[in-house]
């Protein structure tokens, strides 16, 4: 079992910065991929960024490509997703997941989820 806790979310200006942090205890973290995905009302969730073990491999998708940043600290056990230049439709609940093996662009490939964080741009 891994247990994840997400932190950092919060309401932002468009424009500003947020940097999320996930926690991860149980199994060993450091062999895990880790994933962020967000999910907004009314729409499936969807992939944001995923961070191989060693950090060698980073994915982004295109929507947050060149703004937002994953990385990972295995002696903290944590994954951290920095965003920069945030726009009103980055609104969402983020979650980071864990995944056994390397990245990959599809939820339900991944073993353990965290609760959400919610993150609201909004003037």
């Known amino acids: 079992q891994v247990q994840l806790v997400e932190s950092g979310g919060g309401l932002v200006q468009p424009g500003g910065s947020l940097r999320l942090s996930c926690a991860a205890s149980?199994?060993?973290?450091?062999?895990?991929?880790m994933g962020w995905f967000r999910q907004a009302p009314g729409k499936e969730r969807e992939f944001v960024a995923c961070?191989?073990?060693?950090?060698?491999?980073?994915m982004y998708a295109d929507s947050v490509k060149g703004r937002f940043t994953i990385s990972r600290d295995n002696a903290k056990h944590t994954v951290y997703l920095q965003m920069n230049s945030l726009k009103p439709e980055d609104t969402a609940a983020y979650y980071c997941a864990v995944r056994d093996r390397g990245c990959s662009w599809y939820l339900d490939e991944y073993d353990y989820w965290g609760q959400g964080t919610q993150v609201t741009v909004s003037s």
């Open positions: 961070i191989t073990w060693n950090s060698f491999h980073t």
């Open positions: 149980g199994r060993t973290f450091s062999t895990y991929a």
